[in-house]
């Protein structure tokens, strides 16, 4: 048996008698005089309710919103604090509508997410329906606002009352704090309905992209007048829309090749937000290595369309940019910021996945009418300051392999200084060997020429390159010429091209021409896409 110190035992005794006695609290005399009372009620009800505002607030944000189909939209609506209250719809990118449907402390956001194709191809299978689309979008928000409502109450008091436990550290408290959170999400509610003004659609205010607001906003007076027209080309930019989805998803299968390096270029997207998956799908079935994007991003170049790039950084591969002439110095400054994303310009060279790139901006900034006469001039300027560039890099031992720039014209005065030079601008694909040897390869649009393209009745087909580069050489050893058949087809046209030296029996064949517009048959397993006239001459969408 273990013999335990008397000093141990005395010791232990003490601490219990201590923890056993009363416990005495000091005298506060300052307390004791009236000086240290608690605070006044006004200060402690202004407490309370800054806790339960603020928790209410951030309970909003963490879990306050639902998903709800729209008629044949996808949306996420979510409840918002706010002074003046209001309806606020957000269409990304091209901009944001607002209207002034309901006065009260709170405001309903509606982020349209996507188009749903299931739901769009039933509208155009069956045109009767337009005329109850209507009733059937009301019936669908009234849903979304009834469930909104039920998740924003759980949010607003899990908030107020987690705030309040953490400040108070007294349950009731903390539990009194959820309730008058409750209460106040219930009375702003209640003045909301009060309040509620259904003809405000009429009056809506648009902020954004200045080209769109018509499209948007439209005229109530043309829509009710002409409806017959108006749904007719509802269907038909439904119809477009669907088919471009579709487009995704025909994209045929690859093997990689474990002695290339894989570029993908584009071109020219002009702000077409299908553009992204196709670009991703191309990166996952062909094992890209690096992208490359020669210009035309955005079709005005304004603040507004940033949020248009965000997917950048989710498409699976590094990013090698130069701006178009339709991309703006704001447009350059928000890629500059993002991740995974190499921005050239002034002839800056950057290796990326093996290679080494080198680009310009475009000097031309035409979208607000102020370019100046003298647009070939500066391009060939560009094009000259983008050579000496290539002639440095190769002086300082770091040879360029791919320059890129967005005008043709720019890209033909590096001849001669590098192997290849990217390009696009005219919205149709070219390659030719220039008189001193380099490559010259113009991407087509890899946004079939933007969103204007949904309502053509021919819009342009959607065209990127993969480039397949030799690791060791890092010249070009072959490419596929990829063409999906616009909105309104959903095939996809894969041509296999050989440069000059790589084409079979080309030692012997003297006749074999510079331009390799010769290609192998198509490498896909869907018949090919009919073909689209080429665009003449230079375009500026």
């Known amino acids: ?98 209207f002034d449907s309901h006065v009260a402390p709170l405001r309903l956001d509606v982020n349209v997410d996507q188009l749903d194709p299931d739901r769009a191809q039933a509208l155009v299978d069956h045109p009767e329906r337009l005329s109850g689309l209507q009733d059937e979008v009301a019936r669908d928000v009234g849903h979304g606002t009834l469930d909104l409502a039920a998740r924003s109450g759980v949010a607003v008091v899990t908030g107020a009352t987690a705030l309040g436990l953490l400040v108070y550290r007294r349950p009731r408290r903390a539990l009194a704090a959820g309730g008058l959170a409750l209460a106040l ?62 487009a995704t998803s ?45 210009g035309d991003t955005m079709d005005h170049g304004t603040a507004a369309e940033n949020g248009f790039l965000d997917p950048i950084e989710d498409l699976g591969a590094p990013y090698v940019w130069v701006r178009g002439n339709h991309d703006s110095l704001v447009t350059q400054r928000y890629l500059e910021r993002m991740k995974n994303v190499h921005v050239l310009d002034g002839g800056r060279a950057v290796s990326v996945a093996g290679l080494r790139f080198a680009g ?35 002086a300082a031992g770091t040879p360029v392999d791919i320059a890129i720039a967005h005008e043709p014209s720019a890209a033909r005065e590096v001849d001669g200084e590098v192997p290849l030079v990217l390009a696009g601008h005219i919205h149709h694909q070219k390659t030719e060997v220039m008189k001193y040897g380099t490559r010259l390869r113009v991407e087509g649009s890899t946004g079939g020429s933007g969103l ?29 010429a990829i ?28 006749s074999t021409p510079q331009s390799t517009g010769q290609s192998t048959p198509p490498s896909t397993g869907q018949s090919p ?12 969408p």
């Open 185 to 246: 999400l219930a009375a702003s509610g209640g003045t909301a309905y009060a309040t509620w003004n259904p003809d405000s659609v009429l009056e809506p205010r648009f902020s954004g992209l200045l080209s769109s607001a018509p499209s948007l906003v439209g005229s109530a007076r043309s829509i009710v007048t002409e409806f017959d027209v108006y749904q007719k080309e509802l269907a038909r930019l439904v119809t477009n829309v669907t088919k471009l989805y579709d």
């Open 360 to 394: 310009i901006g475009d000097p031309q900034f035409t979208p607000d009418r102020s370019t100046k006469p003298g647009a070939e001039a500066s391009q060939e300027l560009a094009g000259a300051r983008l050579a000496s560039a290539l002639r440095d890099q190769r």
């Open 452 to 480: 204007r393209a949904i309502e053509g009745e021919h819009p342009d087909p959607i065209q990127a390159s993969i480039l397949y580069v030799d690791r060791d050489t890092r010249r070009l050893q072959a490419w596929d």
């Open 250 to 294: 025909t994209l045929p299968a690859y093997a990689p090749d474990p002695t290339t390096i894989r570029v993908l270029h584009v071109s020219d997207i002009h702000l077409n937000p299908a553009s992204w998956k196709i670009i991703a799908s191309l990166v996952k079935q062909y094992k890209v290595d690096v992208i490359v994007d020669s």
């Open 1 to 98: 048996m273990v013999r335990v110190p008397a000093a141990a035992l005395h010791t232990t005794h003490r601490i219990r008698t201590a923890l056993r006695a009363p416990v005495r609290r000091r005298r506060n005399p300052a307390a004791e005089a009236g000086l240290g009372r608690r605070p006044r009620p006004w200060s402690r009800a202004a407490g309370l309710v800054a806790v339960v505002v603020l928790g209410a607030w951030l309970g909003l944000l963490v879990v306050g919103d639902v998903r709800v189909p729209v008629g044949p939209m996808n949306t996420t609506m979510t409840l918002r604090p706010s002074l003046t209250g209001g309806t606020k719809i957000n269409l990304s990118p091209l901009g944001a509508l607002q």
């Open 483 to 510: 063409e999906l058949g616009g909105l309104g087809l959903t095939t996809a046209e894969v041509s296999r091209h050989l440069p000059k030296e790589n084409q079979p029996g080309a030692a012997s064949n003297p």
């Open 529 to 540: 896409a009919p073909s689209s006239p080429a665009p003449s001459g230079t375009r500026d």
